[in-house]
Every structure is written in structure tokens, then in C-alpha cells.
């Protein structure tokens, strides 16, 4: 049996793990001689580099939500309109992007389905969500905000998956009947090749690429700043929360205020709000006065 007719079988064939039919696609790859096949099969298998160039499929548009809270009151699972969020941003925090291998969104089903789940959050930037969403809901600060994405979006992609693959192989086989039994293809039959390969596996793509610089920049707190970080700690100090809470915070907040670049400030900027939104109930009213000022060194 050819290569090509056992992966049309094992396209059909339940039991057949995708996985494994891409691994004898990827045989198919070199005996073709398809580099652009080769580097489709194995993004699929090793998953998406960063800034890689995505199949259209590998995009959902998926809802947003966040957590509001201000002094009196909170909302944990508040929607985030996309009119809400700069015009220049909305793109990519509305299609989510799905990198992940074939592999592991296997398992992600295969643990959604053992455990009922239908659902998960991908979670937005905290410095984005700082710099952009704490102005939605009138006098609510949010904390964090995430897309939900789907258990049904990842089963569409293996299903994107396979039709493409089977499309590509009963195109090859109806167009180029030889393709497996001669050493190497004609010219004509190479550019028939690629131009299946181009129409049936390729199709749209969209890149993740996004602004960036290679400029090394350093953070300079003013006096104000350095006051801001003095009187969080002072706060957090004077009140009631519990000892290993407090130490924990004014550990990061110190690491906030001894950053020396902006990268460095996000990161622990980021590390300061999941530890925040993981305490929030016994710590918010205490550190909210002071996020807006934090929010503003994202900038700097």
C-alpha cells in the first residue's frame, strides 16, 4: 500500500491518532521534496514559534471578560466590550490565537471531556490590562481580564487539520497519479505540486508579529514614584492582613521599585497582580488607592 493511500485511510479511521497520520505526512514531505509541507507538518507536531505566520484556521474570535473592583464592591466575571478597548488593540484581543500543538490540544480536549469542562481563560497582559480596561466600568478598577475560549474551537482545529491533509492527499493523487513512484518530479508536475500544497494545506495566513525594539531603554523613578512604592508598603504594613500575605506583597513591591528597566517593571508588575487578585478579598482596599498611580509606570 502507498503512502499516500495510507494516509487516506488512517484520515477516515477514528482510531488513528492525527498526531501519527501528520508524522507520515511528514515522510510524504521529503519524498516530495515540499519544504513548505515540511514546515507546516512540523508547526503542527511541535507547535507555533513565536511571531510565527498562522493558518487562518488556527484563529477564533472568542468573547472578553475582566475583574472590576473598587472599594465597595466587585464584579468578577464583567464583559469587556470590544468599542471599550483602543481601535489599534481590539484585533488581537478579540481573535486569540491558538499555538499550541497537535498533541498537546489533544489532551486539552481529552482533559476538558474527562472533567465536563466546556470552557477556559486566556488571560490578557496585566500591563495592557492596566494601561487600557481600568476606565470600562466608571470608578472600577480591573484587575485581570482574559478571553474565553472553547473546547468545541480546539476540536475545530484537529478537524481543519485532517480535511486539509485529506484534500491535499486526493488532490495529489488525482493530479499527479506518479508522485510517489519516480524519483523526482517534472517541472511542470513540481508546480502543480505547490500549487495544491498552496490551495488546500496553506491558504490564508496572518501574522503574529507585533510592534517591537531592539532599543535597550532603563527605568528612572522619580522622587514621587519612589514615595508612591514607600507608602504602599507603609499601608500594607499598618494593616490587618496576615503576616505571610504582607511579606509576600511588599517582597514584590520592593522588586517593582528596584527595576531597572521597563521589561523588569512589567514583569513584576504582572507578579504584583496575580498575587493581588489571588488575595484579593483581604488586601483590595488596601492596595486600590494606589494602583492608579502603579498603572501610570507602565509607561515611563
Not at 487562518?56 to 466575571?77: L, V
Not at 470608578?139 to 484537529?158: D, G, Y
Amino acid at each position: 500500500m502507498s503512502l499516500l493511500q495510507e494516509i487516506q485511510n488512517d484520515i477516515v479511521n477514528p482510531t488513528v491518532e492525527l498526531a501519527n497520520i501528520l508524522r507520515k505526512c511528514k515522510i510524504l514531505a521529503y519524498h516530495l521534496n515540499l519544504d513548505e509541507f515540511k514546515q507546516w507538518v512540523d508547526n503542527e507536531l511541535n507547535g507555533y514559534p513565536e511571531m510565527a505566520v498562522l493558518p487562518t484556521y488556527r484563529y477564533h474570535r472568542c468573547p472578553a471578560q475582566g475583574y472590576f473592583h473598587n472599594r465597595f464592591s466587585y464584579m468578577p466575571d464583567a464583559d469587556i466590550p470590544m468599542a471599550s478597548i483602543p481601535k489599534e488593540h481590539r484585533d488581537i484581543h478579540q481573535n486569540v490565537s491558538f499555538v499550541e500543538s497537535i498533541g498537546e490540544i489533544q489532551d486539552i480536549i481529552s482533559s476538558a471531556r474527562s472533567s465536563d469542562k466546556q470552557s477556559f481563560h486566556r488571560p490578557w497582559e496585566p500591563s495592557f490590562v492596566a494601561l487600557h480596561c481600568s476606565g470600562i466600568y466608571k470608578e472600577m478598577q480591573c484587575l485581570k481580564a482574559w478571553n474565553i475560549v472553547t473546547v468545541s474551537q480546539f476540536i475545530k482545529i484537529l478537524e481543519n487539520v485532517k480535511n486539509r491533509i485529506q484534500t491535499f492527499i486526493l488532490e495529489v493523487r488525482a493530479n499527479i497519479p506518479n508522485a510517489e513512484e519516480v524519483p523526482s518530479l517534472t517541472i511542470p508536475q513540481q508546480e502543480k505540486l505547490m500549487q495544491i500544497y498552496n490551495t488546500t494545506i496553506q491558504g490564508d495566513v496572518q501574522n503574529l508579529a507585533q510592534n517591537s525594539t531592539d532599543v535597550t531603554q532603563h527605568i528612572v523613578f522619580n522622587d514621587a514614584n519612589t514615595e508612591t512604592f514607600s507608602k504602599l508598603i507603609s499601608a500594607i504594613e499598618a494593616s490587618q492582613i496576615q503576616a505571610s500575605i504582607q511579606s509576600e506583597l511588599i517582597v514584590i513591591i520592593q522588586e517593582m521599585r528596584d527595576s531597572q528597566t521597563p521589561s523588569q517593571f512589567r514583569e513584576k508588575y504582572s507578579k504584583f497582580m496575580g498575587s493581588l487578585a489571588d488575595h484579593m478579598q483581604v488586601v483590595g482596599t488596601v492596595v486600590a488607592p494606589f494602583l492608579p498611580q502603579l498603572s501610570t509606570l507602565l509607561s515611563t
